[in-house]
């Protein structure tokens, strides 16, 4: 009796690290990047509590990315509206798939600490929302992803394009609003995309 | 390694139920202590190959394919740098280019195929999507060779803004950034700066015009003021930071249509109207993006002076 108890435990321990392995395989497939997705970049990057991250690290969620810099007084504060508006727009359920992104193309000026507290005084320092910064390579390197035009016309002063990009959870562009930024359009691309990927 | 461990584990299987069958008949402890032994290895196989994967998901995540440093023998140019008038921005405005060193030539076909060698995600074949359209390196019938009739100590063009950066770093230097760029370019054979004379502008496009011109070897030609070459005569280059030109169409009225594209847009607009060249580089730069590859666009690199 005990032998045939034991043998069959054995069998069903077997097949279970038998399963293990299956879903191992799978895994290793979800892993594989495309080829022109924002994730191949290997630029480090600080988000506002200083950590250090790769792009990499923000798959698995539909991004709405723009660049600023937090001491612009003029279209950064407009950026920065239509992105709460988004946010604002985005139901509950989307929301927790996504991530508004803000990086910051002033490097110099836009520490962690500065970010942060840029963030908090926003009220935008909780999820969704991640603010990024790198060296000025990389910045530029990103900025070229979007097709982003920004130049630094002093030290406190930078001409930038308005740019919101979407990308979605395997960091594939999937759509730009330039100029003129209608949010609805980018709510509802959004909202395309996690029904997409999700 | 998986299988490896997984025959293995079929084997104290198979030994652990010979085991049991054998001893059946003998205390009961005697058949628990393998069992509960062969409980333990199978738990602790599955836990060793979950952390072993795991690990092997962070590699993937977090280290980046590395870039092997290639060997640079370019001669470099010391240029003091100065005040100089951008070709955009207000007529008063001056820019200060700090002293650095720029490659006295660009960049060779000779040169790409070592950095494409040794750094083989950069290849034809491998690299990323994202970081290039699909003419890069158009005319290489293969990874590692060079078109035909294709002089080795040509420039190499075809390549994007990602790649000729890449080639930069792993040179240990930069792409040279689009002042200094300009203010290497104000110099003709005997002055550093001969934007004033009339001569100046309409040589420089006479060379852009002729084709074909980046078929031929590089140091062919007389060098500028500096000692650098072929600043016109072959190829557009790539700059650091093509994307800072923010005009949108005929911009030397410095009045802009698309005011929402660009954030302080009409900061920027033409000083010298009648320098033509300077038109059309500009004119080049806006209109690209850093993933393009052009016939007759490559670059060269720079560094900063330590």
Known sequence: MKLIIYTALFFFLFSYSCNQHDKHDEKDELVELPSNSIFNLNSKWQNQDGKEIYLRNLQGKVLVVVMIYTSCKTACPILISKMKNIASKLNKDDINNVSLVLVSIDPETDTPEHLKEFSINNAMDKNPWIFLRSNENATQEFANILAMKYKKISPLDFSHSNIITVFNSKGQLVTQEEGDINVDNIVEKVSNTILKDF | ?306
């Open chain 2, 1 to 306: 390694m998986p299988t490896q461990k997984f025959t293995l584990q079929i084997k104290l299987l198979l030994q652990n139920s010979l085991l049991v069958v054998e001893k059946y008949k003998c205390r009961r402890f005697v058949i628990i202590v393998p069992i509960c032994f062969l409980l333990f290895f199978i738990e602790s196989c599955i836990k060793e190959e979950n952390t072993e994967h795991k690990s092997e998901k962070t590699q993937f995540l977090n280290v980046p394919d590395s870039l092997y440093l290639i060997k640079a023998n370019v001669k470099m140019v010391y240029i003091k740098g100065g005040n100089y008038k951008p070709f955009f921005g207000s007529n008063t405005a001056t820019v200060n280019v700090k002293p650095f060193l720029i490659d006295e030539r660009p960049v060779t076909n000779k040169e790409f195929l070592e950095f494409v060698k040794i750094n083989p995600q950069w290849r034809k074949s491998k690299i990323k999507k994202i970081f290039t359209d699909n003419t890069y390196l158009r005319d290489w019938p293969s990874d590692l060779e060079l078109p035909k009739n294709a002089k080795p100590d040509a420039p190499i063009c075809f390549v994007s803004w990602y790649a000729a950066n890449t080639f930069a770093k792993c040179a240990g230097k930069r792409l040279v950034t689009l002042d200094e760029w300009e203010f290497v370019a104000m110099a003709d054979a005997d002055t550093f700066n001969a934007r004033n004379k009339p001569s100046y502008s309409n040589k420089i496009v006479d060379l852009y015009l002729q084709k074909e011109r980046q078929y031929n070897s590089v140091k062919q030609t007389a060098p500028n003021y500096w000692g650098v070459y072929n600043m016109f005569d072959l190829i557009w280059e790539w700059t650091d930071d093509f994307n800072s030109v923010l005009t949108t169409g005929d911009s030397r009225t410095g009045k802009y249509d698309d005011k929402n594209l660009f954030c302080a847009g009409s900061a920027t607009s033409a000083t010298d109207v009648m320098n033509y060249a300077a038109f059309m580089r500009f004119g080049m730069r806006s209109s690209i993006k850093a993933n393009y590859t052009i016939s007759n666009l490559g670059f060269r690199c720079a560094k900063d002076t330590l």
